[in-house]
């Protein structure tokens, strides 16, 4: 037993500690997440989408991490433009779905991990990202919808999740630099956990959509898929792109992909992307799924 975690420290891992083993890309589409609840997902519209996320729930069932830090954004259910806060972490034990004007989604209860959420709070704080606290909130599309990608419809979710929203709605949003650099503070807060826990990381949102105004239905694929290889293979040299060329390229919701940067911030330099898939369109957006490894 001493050898063989010894075997596993001198490969990098130690198991007494917490660790981030994967980052998860995907939209976070409302309209996914109806399809499945009402038993859609067999039409001829869906066929497409389904079976580009089937690869992603084997992996899911394969891989099975214990926690699921979920970055996603409320879209005016949880908060309003009374109070914008703009990184909230969920410290609470269990976070309802939420009422988005046609009753709550039939889908389980989502369950806290208050030790570490309180953990990863007071890591960040310390290392000067001042984030909101959040006991009590109901969790929207933005964080209900990836968890129906990745886990379909089970009786309860596989995971426990640690909700980590972030304001896109409202400008002034954080920079990608910013997000990055949280995500980066996200990974030292997940290692320095005392506790055998694997962890993923998701970047919910995007791709390119716009759903409002004169330029409503903005899609711009290869845009996109040349951020995406950046965001896995150079993160870096995205970290700078500024809300002005996020709206002109991949409309106005679009800026919502900062999120995955955040993601991405909480990986390795050394990454493998395992799973890739992307699908035009689905509702009025670009649809995108990467699943990137941690490499040992
Ligand atoms: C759609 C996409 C979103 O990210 C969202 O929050 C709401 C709607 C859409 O494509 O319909
Ligand atoms: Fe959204």
């Not at 792109?241 to 940067?261: A, D, K, Q, V």
């Given at each position: 037993?001493a050898v063989?975690?010894?075997?596993v420290?001198?490969a990098g891992?130690n198991?007494d500690?917490?660790?981030?083993i994967?980052g998860?890309?995907?939209?976070h589409?409302p309209?996914?997440?109806?399809a499945?609840?009402?038993?859609?997902?067999?039409?001829a519209?869906?066929?497409?989408?389904?079976?580009g996320?089937?690869?992603?729930?084997e992996?899911m069932?394969?891989?099975?991490?214990?926690?699921?830090i979920i970055?996603?954004?409320?879209?005016?259910s949880?908060?309003?433009l009374?109070?914008?806060s703009?990184?909230?972490?969920?410290?609470?034990?269990?976070?309802?779905?939420?009422d988005?004007g046609y009753?709550?989604?039939k889908?389980?209860?989502?369950e806290?991990?208050s030790e570490?959420?309180w953990h990863i709070?007071?890591s960040?704080?310390l290392?000067?990202?001042?984030m909101?606290?959040?006991?009590?909130m109901p969790?929207?599309?933005?964080?209900?919808?990836?968890?129906?990608?990745?886990y379909d419809?089970p009786?309860?979710?596989?995971?426990?999740?640690i909700?980590?929203?972030v304001?896109?709605?409202?400008y002034?949003?954080?920079t990608?630099?910013?997000?990055?650099?949280?995500?980066k503070?996200i990974?030292?807060?997940?290692?320095?956990?005392?506790d055998?826990?694997?962890?993923?990381?998701?970047?919910?949102?995007?791709?390119s959509?716009?759903?409002?105004?004169e330029?409503?239905g903005?899609?711009?694929r290869?845009?996109?898929?040349k951020?995406l290889d950046k965001?896995?293979?150079?993160p870096?040299?995205?970290?700078g792109?500024?809300?002005?060329?996020?709206?002109?390229?991949?409309?106005?919701?679009?800026?919502?992909l900062?999120?995955?940067?955040i993601m991405?911030?909480?990986?390795?330099a050394?990454?493998?992307?395992?799973?890739?898939?992307?699908h035009v369109?689905?509702s009025?957006?670009?649809?995108?799924?990467?699943i990137?490894e941690?490499?040992?």
């Amino acid at each position: 037993m001493a050898v063989a975690r010894l075997m596993v420290i001198a490969a990098g891992v130690n198991k007494d500690m917490a660790r981030i083993i994967a980052g998860i890309g995907t939209s976070h589409i409302p309209a996914i997440g109806a399809a499945v609840d009402n038993g859609k997902t067999g039409e001829a519209y869906w066929q497409p989408l389904m079976n580009g996320i089937k690869p992603a729930r084997e992996w899911m069932k394969n891989t099975r991490p214990d926690v699921c830090i979920i970055v996603y954004n409320d879209h005016a259910s949880a908060f309003s433009l009374e109070s914008i806060s703009t990184f909230s972490i969920g410290v609470g034990d269990v976070f309802p779905p939420a009422d988005e004007g046609y009753g709550p989604r039939k889908v389980p209860v989502v369950e806290g991990h208050s030790e570490l959420a309180w953990h990863i709070a007071e890591s960040l704080i310390l290392d000067e990202f001042d984030m909101t606290m959040v006991n009590d909130m109901p969790v929207d599309h933005g964080l209900t919808v990836p968890l129906t990608i990745m886990y379909d419809q089970p009786d309860a979710w596989p995971c426990k999740v640690i909700p980590l929203s972030v304001n896109v709605v409202q400008y002034p949003q954080p920079t990608g630099n910013r997000c990055y650099m949280l995500g980066k503070a996200i990974r030292r807060a997940v290692e320095s956990f005392g506790d055998d826990l694997t962890v993923a990381v998701f970047g919910t949102g995007g791709m390119s959509h716009q759903l409002q105004g004169e330029r409503a239905g903005v899609i711009n694929r290869d845009y996109d898929l040349k951020w995406l290889d950046k965001l896995v293979n150079d993160p870096e040299s995205i970290t700078g792109i500024n809300h002005t060329e996020y709206m002109r390229e991949t409309g106005s919701e679009g800026i919502e992909l900062i999120m995955w940067l955040i993601m991405r911030g909480a990986m390795a330099a050394n990454i493998n992307e395992v799973y890739r898939f992307d699908h035009v369109p689905v509702s009025n957006t670009h649809y995108g799924l990467t699943i990137l490894e941690n490499r040992l």
